[in-house]
């Protein structure tokens, strides 16, 4: 059977995913619609979901290809593939997945599924595999892992040397105008136990403190919104939430946002996550030095809160 698809409406809504699948697929059991999610023939929104017992919402689309290939499961799937060889591997990281682990026991990470594809490609028991940036759980994008020692190497000093191309998108609240260029000193507590840039609250008082990050990002205004604005972000440093605060210490948190945005007194527009997706990424190449370049379009959770907000 070839692939099918339904827009969920009221009448369906809640409904679980198995019983969504057994309408699109003639005559599907449901031991086979259970099949179906499991082997990773089932998305929605654009997005894999294997829980046959999750539960749809009205104007979300499930997606069912029966003859798709079979994903793997704790492996990444071939779209997420968008480069490789022996010195480096690209790959496209979905919202809700940590990049690697943050405490013992945390398992289901972009470094895990990225591993394991290669155990199956390469047919090597523990292929290395050397983390140089990472992006936050809910960030959506592209980011690139080392697959030699070379390629570890390379890739730190590039990132070192700022010669890193990081483009993200972002929604962001309110209306940011035109370019911008936002340099701070980021601590690890700026006073209320969250990231921040030093000099932004009234405790912050004489020299600057030794551990200070400097960051730098580059914003530009791309579209206004209803309420809202979608944001180009460079980076040129690289520090831990450093957009999330930038943009929020600029008056304009990210739509979705759920940390740094104390002190925001407009309204709050909600979202399933911050909106933030790496959508560039280029370096030159450990072997050679020729230039590469990623470009990946932001995820469909992303568009379906872009196209709300332009209908508002």
């Known amino acids: 059977m070839s692939r099918a698809s339904l827009e969920i409406d009221a009448s369906h809504a809640n409904k679980t995913l198995a019983a969504m699948v057994r309408l699109l697929v003639p005559d599907a059991s449901w031991s086979k619609a259970r099949e179906l999610c499991a082997s990773g023939r089932v998305t929605v929104d654009g997005d894999l979901v294997r829980d046959d017992a999750a539960r749809v919402k009205a104007g979300q689309t499930v997606v069912v290809d029966p003859e798709g290939k079979r994903q793997i499961e704790g492996a990444i799937d071939d779209d997420s593939l968008l480069y490789s060889d022996a010195d480096v591997i690209v790959v496209?990281?979905?919202?809700?997945?940590?990049?690697?682990?943050?405490?013992?026991?945390?398992?289901?990470?972009?470094?895990?599924?990225?591993?394991?594809?290669?155990?199956?490609?390469?047919?090597?028991?523990?292929?290395?595999?050397?983390?140089?940036?990472?992006?936050?759980?809910?960030?959506?994008?592209?980011?690139?892992?080392?697959?030699?020692?070379?390629?570890?190497?390379?890739?730190?000093?590039?990132?070192?040397?700022?010669?890193?191309?990081?483009?993200?998108?972002?929604?962001?609240?309110?209306?940011?105008?035109?370019?911008?260029?936002?340099?701070?000193?980021?601590?690890?507590?700026?006073?209320?136990?969250l990231r921040g840039s030093w000099g932004t609250r009234p405790s912050?008082?004489?020299?600057?403190?030794?551990?200070?990050?400097?960051?730098?990002?580059?914003?530009?205004?791309?579209?206004?919104?209803?309420?809202?604005?979608?944001?180009?972000?460079?980076?040129?440093?690289?520090?831990?939430?450093?957009?999330?605060?930038?943009?929020?210490?600029?008056?304009?948190?990210?739509?979705?946002?759920?940390?740094y945005i104390r002190g925001f007194e407009g309204p709050r527009i909600e979202a399933p996550r911050p909106m933030l997706h790496a959508r560039e990424l280029g370096f030159e190449h450990p072997a050679d030095g020729r230039l590469g370049r990623w470009d990946d379009p932001p995820p469909a959770d992303f568009e379906q809160c872009l196209a709300q907000l332009r209908a508002r």
């Not at 289901?108 to 936050?136: A, E, N």
């Not at 070192?160 to 000193?185: C, F, P, Q």
């Not at 020299?207 to 579209?223: L, N, Q």
């Not at 972000?233 to 990210?254: D, N």
């Open 92 to 193: 496209r990281k979905p919202p809700g997945v940590m990049t690697c682990p943050y405490e013992d026991g945390d398992r289901g990470t972009l470094v895990d599924r990225v591993r394991s594809h290669l155990r199956r490609t390469t047919k090597s028991r523990d292929p290395m595999l050397g983390v140089v940036q990472r992006l936050d759980k809910d960030t959506s994008g592209i980011l690139v892992f080392a697959r030699s020692m070379r390629g570890k190497r390379s890739l730190e000093l590039q990132l070192r040397a700022h010669t890193v191309l990081r483009r993200y998108v972002a929604i962001v609240h309110g209306e940011a105008r035109g370019e911008a260029t936002i340099r701070s000193e980021i601590v690890q507590d700026r006073g209320d136990g």
């Open 204 to 259: 912050h008082r004489g020299e600057t403190p030794h551990d200070a990050k400097h960051a730098v990002t580059h914003v530009r205004a791309i579209e206004a919104l209803r309420g809202a604005t979608l944001v180009e972000c460079k980076l040129e440093t690289g520090r831990q939430h450093q957009i999330r605060i930038h943009l929020s210490e600029a008056g304009h948190p990210l739509v979705g946002e759920q940390v």
